[in-house]
């Protein structure tokens, strides 16, 4: 999940997640536990959910999970802030802005997953990611990391934003990403709107690497047919300097 205003998934390589997430895990399994076993193997307590979230929350706001809570929670749980799985966690909380969680999203999202432990959340850590595997599921987690990422003050979501929500969820999956990312650096869009963020998403599923099957005259946002004339223009201008 990038951070608000901070350090975004563009800035990581491909391999970060794995490393940055195995590295934690095994700090943090090197680190004492709030928790007893005990505790950490017995059914799930709501009242001990909301008592490990008020560990990341300031006398001042106890009911909002802030910024600097986040960072201390990632690093307790072994997964940096970028890693893809904040923002599977934070659609399974359904929260509402990047950087925060209320007590109402934290209670929502620990208790779908029977989690009220440092230790348990780390064993749903596989199953979290496994999630984005799944083409319904993966679909939910894409339309609403949207509206999550977004500027709550703007309808729009701003470029650089999207480009580094699009690495984190497409970027390792989408052939033509790094060309996509390229069309959009040197294109004259500063924002990218819901519709054609759904569609970018329809369009990796859909068309092939060679754009054989693009059809010129579907109902394609306007972006995604200057991407294809684009990135046509761009093979033939290769294609003539080889």
């Not at 802030?81 to 620990?110: C, D, S, Y």
């Not at 790094?178 to 069309?183: K, L, Y």
Request: hydrophobic fraction near 35%; aromatic fraction near 12%.
């Amino acid at each position: 999940m990038p951070r608000s205003k901070r350090r975004l998934a563009t800035e990581m390589g491909p391999d970060d997640d794995d490393r940055h997430f195995s590295k934690r895990l095994r700090n943090t399994a090197a680190s004492g536990r709030r928790f007893s076993k005990s505790e950490d193997t017995s059914s799930f307590n709501q009242k001990r959910c909301m008592s490990w979230f008020r560990e990341y929350t300031s006398p001042e706001d106890p009911e909002l999970l802030g910024p600097e809570g986040m960072e201390k929670f990632c690093e307790d749980i072994g997964v940096e802030p970028e890693n893809v799985i904040m923002l599977v966690l934070a659609w399974k909380m359904n929260a509402r802005q990047m950087g925060f969680f209320t007590h109402q999203e934290w209670l929502r999202g620990l208790t779908d997953i029977q989690c009220d432990t440092i230790s348990k959340i780390q064993n749903k850590l596989d199953f979290l990611r496994s999630m984005l595997n799944d083409q319904t599921s993966f679909k939910s987690i894409y339309r609403y990391a949207y509206d999550f990422a977004r500027d709550k003050d703007q309808r729009s979501m701003d470029l650089e934003t999207a480009k580094a929500m699009l690495q984190l969820l497409l970027g390792k999956h989408w052939n033509l990403f790094n060309q996509f990312s390229s069309f959009l650096d040197h294109s004259k869009y500063k924002v990218i709107n819901k519709d054609q963020w759904c569609n970018i998403l329809e369009f990796s599923r859909t068309i092939n690497m060679d754009l054989s099957n693009y059809d010129v005259d579907g109902a394609w946002p306007v972006m995604l047919d200057e991407f294809v004339e684009w990135l046509k223009i761009a093979k033939c201008n290769d294609h003539i300097r080889s």
